[in-house]
């Protein structure tokens, strides 16, 4: 009886130290013990992070005897300034509506403005993506007939922008209401302040695009103003080159730099009816030719407004 006893403690001896080894020493062994339960649990409460639905604008326009609202709007990729086409048939009907309304009250005026993020790039000669955006639903307007002095345009930051796709759906708003009309003073002033400080380029001919600063930008702005508020208003590019060379073949030089930077304009949305180019080669250095600082100053392009 006591040698049986003693054996039956024995094997109770062997399972408990056995059990505790095993737990104590195998970490996997303690997390397969770990209840069904708590890991069905565990696994309930993660949830998968949801996609943000992307942001759109409706076409919306308000003002004391004109409203209208559709659905759709101008759609643009991103860091593009031009809106996508063709546009829908809600949008073509709106604008059409909308043209209709400012042709036939020439005392109202539209504010379009086009909104940006600070993640695109502006690609555009515009001070910064929203301005050229809403130029090119500008333009649109003006291709209907509407004229460009009942017309502003601004652009205005906004990062909860989300794309469907990499395509903005309805950067665009629209603020209808009395034409914003400038006094001649206002006017006068701001073509003196353009003539007398010309926008001035220097690039290579052939590069695919023109590297411009914020100053120069805005020197675009303005006379992008200019000619939408005056409709008489030109602007000229004129090409410059220094004395290097025969003088013929620099005229065709200038008149390509000149061609180059037009075309450039033109792509930016300032309309080709008002923009002309010309060159004047080596006939009006503004630095010496004698050194390469002075020839590099006069290989330049000059826009201003005539």
Not at 81 to 110: E, F, Q
Not at 115 to 121: D, G
Not at 153 to 176: Q, R, Y
Not at 185 to 206: M, S, V
């Amino acid at each position: 009886m006591t040698r049986n006893l003693t054996y039956l403690i024995g094997i109770i001896l062997t399972i408990v130290l056995g059990t505790f080894l095993y737990f104590s020493l195998c970490s996997d062994c303690r997390l397969a013990a770990t209840s069904s339960d708590e890991v069905l649990s565990e696994s309930e409460e993660i949830e998968t992070p949801k996609t943000p639905e992307p942001t759109a604008f409706p076409f919306t326009v308000n003002g004391a005897d004109f409203s209208l609202t559709a659905q759709e709007n101008f759609n643009f990729t991103f860091s593009d300034a031009d809106y996508l086409t063709p546009l829908s048939t809600m949008v073509t009907m709106a604008t059409d509506s909308l043209g209709s309304y400012l042709k036939d009250n020439a005392d109202k005026g539209i504010t379009i403005t086009g909104l940006y993020t600070s993640k695109e790039t502006n690609n555009s000669a515009w001070p910064n993506l929203g301005i050229a955006r809403a130029n090119s639903v500008k333009n649109y307007l003006v291709q209907l007939g509407v004229p460009s002095s009942q017309t502003q345009i601004t652009g205005k930051l906004m990062d909860d922008l989300i794309p469907k796709d990499s395509t903005f759906l309805g950067p665009i708003s629209f603020d209808l209401g009395d034409k914003k009309v400038e006094s001649k003073e206002q006017l006068a002033d701001l073509y003196k302040k353009i003539t007398d400080n010309p926008l001035i380029l220097h690039f290579k001919t052939g590069e695919a695009s023109i590297d411009l600063t914020t100053e120069q930008r805005q020197k675009i702005a303005d006379i992008a103003h200019y000619l939408d508020q005056v409709p008489e208003a030109q602007c000229v590019v004129t090409g410059h080159t220094d004395n290097t060379g025969n003088r013929i073949n620099n005229i065709t030089l200038g008149q390509e730099r000149a061609d180059f930077a037009m075309a450039y304009f033109i792509r930016n949305g300032i309309p080709s009816a008002k923009i002309t180019s010309n060159s004047k080669g080596p006939d009006a250095p503004i630095a010496t030719n004698a050194t390469e600082e002075g020839r590099s100053q006069n290989r330049r392009t000059v826009v201003t407004l005539k």
